[in-house]
Antibody
Framework: EVQLVESGGVVVQPGGSLRLSCAASGFTFDDYTMHWVRQAPGKGLEWVSLITWESGTSYYADSVKGRFTISRDNSKNSLFLHMSRLRSEDTAIYYC????????????????WGQGTLVTVSS | QSALTQAASVSGSPGQSITISCTGTSSDVGGYNYVSWYQQHPGKAPKLILYDVSRRPSGVSNRFSGSKSGNTASLTISGLQAEDEAHYYCSSYTDISTAVFGGGTKLTVL
């Protein structure tokens, strides 16, 4: 059974930094592109970033480009999101998700989701 | 990348069928057969119910079906049940190798 467990969400001041982590199990982690998807309170889903299975490629939504960095450690089946220069509009639940297809950059689908970790940006 | 367009809400009675649409452009929905759909109940993480336009993951009811025509993808739920009441989101691959979501549709079962 695929399991994705996020951690690291806290209350942080505007302009601050934070690192989210995701521990993965139940599948061959280094075969899959992984993503972060977020959901602001009462709002819809927003794709944030992806990193390919071998860490060779990463992409970002325009809203976070230059401020967020995605990374992974395949030896520890872990995914990370380093967030800096945080803004109030970054307040959201952040989900770690697994792509639907193996060994491709992405097919824009997410077949497994963690429970999410809440990031609140507030003074 | 602009969000895909979904109606804010839809409703139906138990046993009926409903369809939720997801409209994009030739750079996403229209250009690739890589549209997925998710069901999200309040306070829960989204759950994948369709991928690659019409493929169902193991364990998902065959009451959920998908199709695509041009720049619009559709999710049909047949034989509506009370537990189908939820938010539904579409997502698509894009031509810059990223993903984009629709704004979400709230389904109310009357």
């Amino acid at each position: 059974e695929v399991q994705l467990v996020e951690s690291g969400g806290v209350v942080v001041q505007p302009g601050g930094s934070l690192r989210l982590s995701c521990a993965a199990s139940g599948f061959t982690f280094d075969d899959y592109t992984m993503h972060w998807v977020r959901q602001a309170p009462g709002k819809g889903l927003e794709w944030v970033s992806l990193i390919t299975w071998e860490s060779g490629t990463s992409y970002y939504a325009d809203s976070v480009k230059g401020r967020f960095t995605i990374s992974r450690d395949n030896s520890k089946n872990s995914l990370f999101l380093h967030m800096s220069r945080l803004r109030s509009e970054d307040t959201a639940i952040y989900y770690c998700t697994k792509d639907t297809a193996a060994i491709v950059v992405t097919r824009g689908g997410f077949d497994s989701w963690g429970q999410g970790t809440l990031v609140t940006v507030s003074s | 990348q602009s969000a895909l367009t979904q109606a804010a809400s839809v409703s139906g009675s138990p046993g009926q069928s409903i369809t939720i649409s997801c409209t994009g452009t030739s750079s996403d929905v229209g250009g690739y057969n890589y549209v997925s759909w998710y069901q999200q109940h309040p306070g829960k993480a989204p759950k994948l119910i369709l991928y690659d336009v019409s493929r169902r993951p193991s364990g998902v009811s065959n009451r959920f079906s998908g199709s695509k025509s041009g720049n619009t993808a559709s999710l049909t739920i047949s034989g509506l049940q009370a537990e189908d009441e939820a938010h539904y989101y579409c997502s698509s691959y894009t031509d810059i190798s990223t993903a984009v979501f629709g704004g979400g549709t709230k389904l109310t079962v009357l």
